[in-house]
């Protein structure tokens, strides 16, 4: 005879489940996401962290990038309007992109020397990395 055992928690994953699914894709992979944080690409080499952020539609004007503390936050805020005196729209679309991204610093970095460039719909960060502290050599003297 084969038993099924019993679970009473059974209940409370399958609601729990369902809950999350349905939230799921507001928080995760949603499209609503995707629109409003710009596709990032971060590279690293021995001498530096290179950060590559798509852009298209905006310029360097658009972009904020700061460095407070260990914290390098790029941010924009562009709203685009047209102004038709035109009665009676079908469709009448606005177009708005704000964002807000933030990146913790590492330690070995110069923050003071990190240089951004904005070339043709890519905004382009160099974050160099500080030069390795050398071991020192100390002869102590033994007495």
Wanted: hydrophobic share 35%.
């Amino acid at each position: 005879m084969n038993l099924i055992k019993y679970r009473p928690n059974r209940m409370v994953n399958v609601f729990e489940d369902s809950w999350n699914s349905f939230f799921d894709p507001f928080f995760n992979d949603s499209p609503v996401v995707k629109r409003t944080s710009p596709a990032i690409d971060i590279d690293e080499d021995d001498n530096r962290y290179s950060l590559e952020v798509e852009l298209p539609g905006l310029t360097e004007k658009d972009v904020e990038v700061k460095v407070e503390g260990n914290l390098l936050t790029l941010s924009s805020k562009k709203s685009e309007e047209k102004e038709e005196e035109k009665k009676d729209y079908v469709l009448r679309e606005r177009r708005s992109c704000n964002f807000s991204r933030s990146f913790v610093l590492p330690e070995n970095v110069e923050a003071d020397k990190i240089n951004a460039e904005f070339k043709n719909g890519l905004l382009l960060i160099d974050v160099p990395k500080a030069e390795k502290a050398k071991p020192k050599l100390l002869d102590i003297k033994v007495k």
